[in-house]
C-alpha cells in the first residue's frame, strides 16, 4: 500500500518499512506518532484521493535530532567593509513508517 502525507507543509510519497527523514517533530527515540492528513491512497491499483481517503499513516521516531547540511548566508559589499556571515543548520526527525491504516 502507498500513501501520500503531507507533514509539516510537506508532501512525502511512503509505504510500509519506509525510513524518511521530516522536518523536526517533538518526541523521542521510540515514540510512536500519527499522520492524518494523508493526500491519496494506492491499494493494488484502487486510487483515493481528496475526501475519499480515509487512512491514518502510523510512524515511530528512530532518530529524534538530525542536524542537516550547514548553510551559509554571507553578504558583503565592496569598497565599503561591510560584510555579514550568517549560518544555520535545519533540524530533521528520522522516522520509519510502521503501517497506513
Not at 502507498?2 to 509505504?15: D, H, N
Not at 517533530?25 to 521510540?30: A, D, Y
Not at 494523508?38 to 494506492?42: A, F, I, P, S
Given at each position: 500500500?502507498?500513501?501520500?502525507?503531507?507533514?509539516?507543509?510537506?508532501?512525502?510519497?511512503?509505504?510500509a518499512g519506509d525510513s524518511l527523514y521530516v522536518p523536526h517533530?517533538?518526541?523521542?527515540?521510540?515514540d510512536s506518532v500519527e499522520f492524518a492528513e494523508?493526500?491519496?491512497?494506492?491499494n493494488n491499483g484502487t486510487v483515493s484521493i481528496g475526501n475519499d481517503v480515509k487512512a491514518?499513516?502510523?510512524?515511530?521516531?528512530?532518530?529524534?535530532?538530525?542536524?542537516?547540511?550547514?548553510?551559509?548566508?554571507?553578504k558583503m559589499k565592496r569598497r565599503k567593509g561591510f560584510r555579514k556571515k550568517r549560518g544555520h543548520r535545519t533540524q530533521y526527525t528520522q522516522i520509519k513508517v510502521t503501517a497506513i491504516a
Open positions: 500500500m502507498l500513501a501520500v502525507v503531507k507533514i509539516a507543509g510537506q508532501q512525502f510519497k511512503v509505504k517533530i517533538e518526541g523521542k527515540n521510540g494523508v493526500l491519496m491512497t494506492d491514518v499513516v502510523k510512524a515511530e521516531i528512530v532518530n529524534d535530532l538530525v542536524k542537516g547540511d550547514k548553510v551559509i548566508a554571507f
